[in-house]
């Protein structure tokens, strides 16, 4: 490819031509090198500086050197003239402009600085962001693909939340501590807290009636309120509801719904004023006043139909970026082929319009500055002055956020170093510079000094799924473990106490606990308090039962006809206490090594009293029993 070299302003722009013998050069801009460039350089090649090229070419080929990252990082543009004393004449004529250009001390336009914040180590991350948003000075928020995630700088931390894929954009209130973004297969909008990005227990709130979201814009709303608008596409027709943000359960109140008169191609909050672009124009809609609930005023249009400006615009179809208001009262109004400057009436306020270098792909607007992005560079515009102030050699980037702070840069066809075709993407951020009268303090602070070539950050994942199972297995304990239904507690049951030696009983239907209330139990004849297995000897005494209960006597009178029977771990005998007890002597206790012996009698005392228990016909028998 040929390419077309014009030096002006201390600039080179560089315009492409075909290899036609008559072909006339591009009116776009392919690529701007500015000599004002702190790491400007023009210089001649070795063989291994161009390892592509042919030997009889590398005398012929020089190399223009400038800035592109903090930390030495350079863009290299390769030049090839058609003979050795052609790139000598080049590289002398630009060699001492450049001289001239430091001899006369011009000041330095430059406003903004390039710093990498994420690299190819964090490619999981970087990989098909879609936006991004500051929240601190140390925090950043980057959605996409894989949903949200949470970048700490101090920490050197990335938090992924990955709900809600994937994030096409969002939008911060700091007042509101509050995200705004449309999320999810159905475009819905979500209102995500802050909280929400590293505890996965904070819920979201979803809006049903989003789905299908185009985009959304978050500002003041006046009356001291902030909120958010959505546009939406509904029956062919557009759709902009317009919020404000609540401390309520909701989060949320629709104050205004605006069926727009065509298709809306932009969408801002600015000044307590909806501003929709359309094809050929802006216009201005104002927010209903609660203080005059039904006082509506008619949509303005920003361009007035007397203003020359607007023959062209309506003819051409430019294509509407976005809109800046001036301190001045003044509203910058940015299109895809020019901006302007218009007063309060729509009408010229300057002669001049902003032009572009190349067709915009892109473009940010901050408080000062208007940032336009190429497929080889980005244009910076002063908003006040209308100056064009500096040119980034940053192939194939685009902004995540609407001020231009946070970009992502890699994987396009830029001839950049370090991005290349097959290059890993950056997340990058443009600090501004404190050199500019009206500069503030930087929204992010970034000391690339203590990073050195490649920052590591550690992921911090937030297990949802493990979280989930730990949820279901603790709800399953606590089920396992609830109080019992239907139940009614008779007698504590050791090892060798089976089922054939008790006796069955009808449970009330009610539920009885036994702290609360005697148990009671009922049959179907008869209902008995029961007494629990309690073993006595010289030394003390073992309470069988769940209670720490005292020791209850069974009465001693003769049972009546039918008999009533106690229970008790041998299967129940008449008179006080049971055979258990009345067998077990405190001598033969003492010969006892443990209480599984103590156990082992009773069983064998149960096993050999069965047929006792069977010809007292209190209790049908055993489905189990031979």
């Not at 607007?310 to 109004?333: I, Y």
């Not at 990058?428 to 490649?454: C, E, F, M």
């Not at 949820?471 to 019992?484: K, Q, T």
Request: one cysteine or more; aromatic letters at 4%.
């Amino acid at each position: 490819m040929r390419q077309f070299v014009v030096v002006c302003d201390f600039k080179l722009f560089l315009y492409d031509i075909s290899q036609d013998r008559n072909a006339l050069p591009s009116v776009c801009v392919s690529q701007v090198l500015d000599m004002r460039d702190p790491d400007f350089s023009v210089t001649s090649v070795k063989e291994s500086d161009v390892i592509h090229a042919s030997k009889r070419d590398i005398p012929c080929i020089f190399r223009i050197s400038t800035s592109q990252l903090e930390g030495g990082k350079r863009s290299h543009t390769l030049m090839l003239a058609e003979s050795e004393s052609e790139k000598t004449k080049w590289v002398v004529a630009l060699s001492e402009l450049h001289r001239i250009l430091k001899r006369n001390n011009l000041p330095d336009k430059c406003v903004y600085s390039a710093c990498v914040l994420l690299d190819s180590t964090a490619a999981a991350t970087v990989r098909n962001a879609l936006c991004a948003c500051v929240l601190e000075r140390s925090r950043v928020c980057i959605g996409g693909e894989a949903g949200l995630c949470l970048l700490d700088l101090e920490r050197a931390e990335l938090t992924p939340r990955r709900q809600h894929a994937p994030v096409t954009t969002v939008a911060y209130v700091p007042q509101e501590q509050l995200l705004v973004v449309i999320a999810g297969r159905g475009r819905h909008v979500r209102l995500v807290p802050i909280r929400a990005l590293e505890c996965a227990e904070v819920e979201c709130i979803k809006l049903a009636e989003s789905k299908g979201a185009l985009s959304l814009a978050a500002g003041p709303l006046g009356h001291s309120a902030h909120g958010f608008a959505v546009l939406c596409k509904k029956q062919n027709a557009y759709v902009v509801n317009v919020y404000e943000i609540t401390r309520t359960a909701a989060r949320r109140v629709r104050v205004a719904e605006l069926r727009a008169c065509g298709a809306v191609l932009s969408l801002q909050l600015a000044g307590a004023r909806l501003l929709l672009g359309y094809r050929g124009g802006i216009a201005a809609h104002c927010l209903p006043d609660p203080r005059r609930p039904h006082h509506d005023q008619p949509a303005v249009s920003l361009v007035h139909p007397e203003n020359q400006v607007n023959v062209f615009l309506s003819h051409s179809g430019a294509r509407p970026l976005g809109a800046a208001p001036l301190a001045c009262g003044d509203t910058l109004l940015v299109f895809n082929s020019l901006a302007l400057y218009v007063d309060r009436h729509g009408h010229r306020a300057r002669d001049t319009e902003l032009m572009y270098t190349a067709h915009p792909t892109h473009h940010a607007i901050n408080d000062t500055h208007l940032l336009i992005f190429t497929a080889t560079h980005i244009d910076v515009y002063d908003i006040e002055t209308g100056d064009w102030v500096q040119t980034m050699n940053i192939p194939s980037a685009r902004p995540l956020d609407e001020t231009g702070w946070i970009c992502c840069v890699g994987g396009g066809s830029g001839n950049g170093f370090p991005f290349s075709t097959d290059a890993a993407p950056f997340i990058i951020y443009l600090r501004p510079l404190l050199t500019h009268p009206r500069a503030s303090d930087p929204p992010l602070s970034v000391d690339t000094s203590l990073w050195g070539n490649k920052r590591r950050f550690s992921v911090r994942e937030q297990s949802h799924q493990a979280i989930e199972a730990h949820n279901r297995l603790s709800e399953r304990r606590s089920r396992l473990i609830s109080a019992p239904t239907n139940f009614a507690h008779l007698s504590h049951m050791g090892p060798g106490d089976g089922i054939r030696s008790q006796r069955l009983l009808d449970l009330p239907t009610t539920v009885e606990t036994a702290d609360d209330h005697p148990q009671m139990y009922s049959s179907r004849e008869s209902s008995k308090r029961t007494s629990p297995l309690t073993i006595s000897h010289g030394t003390g005494s073992y309470n069988g039962s769940w209670r720490s209960a005292g020791r209850r006597d069974a009465p001693c009178d003769p049972p009546a006809s039918p008999p009533r029977m106690e229970r008790s771990l041998g299967g129940g005998s008449q008179g006080s206490g049971s055979l258990l007890e009345r067998s077990i002597t405190p001598l033969s206790l003492g010969s006892m090594s443990s209480l599984h012996d103590v156990l082992k009698v009773g069983t064998e005392l149960g096993d050999g009293l069965h047929s006792e228990d069977s010809s007292c016909g209190a209790s049908p028998p055993h489905p189990m029993d031979p």
